[in-house]
């Protein structure tokens, strides 16, 4: 089992933000700026090649509770990063958002 799988069973503590019955929102253990969260589905999909018919409901309840979520935390305006594969730095093989703000990241994305 996965670690992202581990923390939605309660295996492993987390923050958590918010939960419902298909996503996981928690704080990040390594925030790279005031704001940083992890958004994940309930259900083990290893990363953004995997996303077919029959499990991309829960990529989109992700995507309409994100501003939610932001709003939350006291952010308006952030960015959403995924990555995907090695080479793009995806360390976790279990799809996730990261939600970063509370800062100015300007235009840059590297």
């Known amino acids: 089992?996965?670690?992202?799988?581990?923390?939605?069973?309660?295996?492993?503590?987390?923050?958590?933000?918010?939960?419902?019955?298909?996503?996981?929102?928690?704080?990040?253990?390594?925030?790279?700026?005031?704001?940083?969260?992890?958004?994940?589905?309930?259900?083990?999909?290893?990363?953004?090649?995997?996303?077919?018919?029959?499990?991309?409901?829960?990529?989109?309840?992700i995507f309409e509770k994100i501003p939610e979520i932001a709003k939350s935390q006291g952010i308006d305006s952030y960015r959403i990063i995924n990555n995907c594969g090695e080479d793009a730095g995806q360390t976790v093989k279990h799809i996730h958002f990261h939600i970063i703000g509370g800062v100015n990241m300007g235009e840059k994305l590297l």
Not at 19 to 24: A, V
Not at 29 to 57: F, M, R, T
Request: net charge negative; with cysteine; glycine share 4%.
């Open 1 to 61: 089992m996965c670690i992202f799988c581990e923390i939605i069973e309660g295996n492993i503590p987390s923050t958590k933000v918010y939960e419902d019955d298909k996503i996981l929102a928690f704080k990040d253990i390594n925030p790279v700026a005031p704001v940083h969260i992890v958004v994940v589905p309930k259900i083990h999909i290893e990363g953004a090649n995997d996303v077919s018919a029959d499990n991309s409901s829960y990529i989109a309840s």
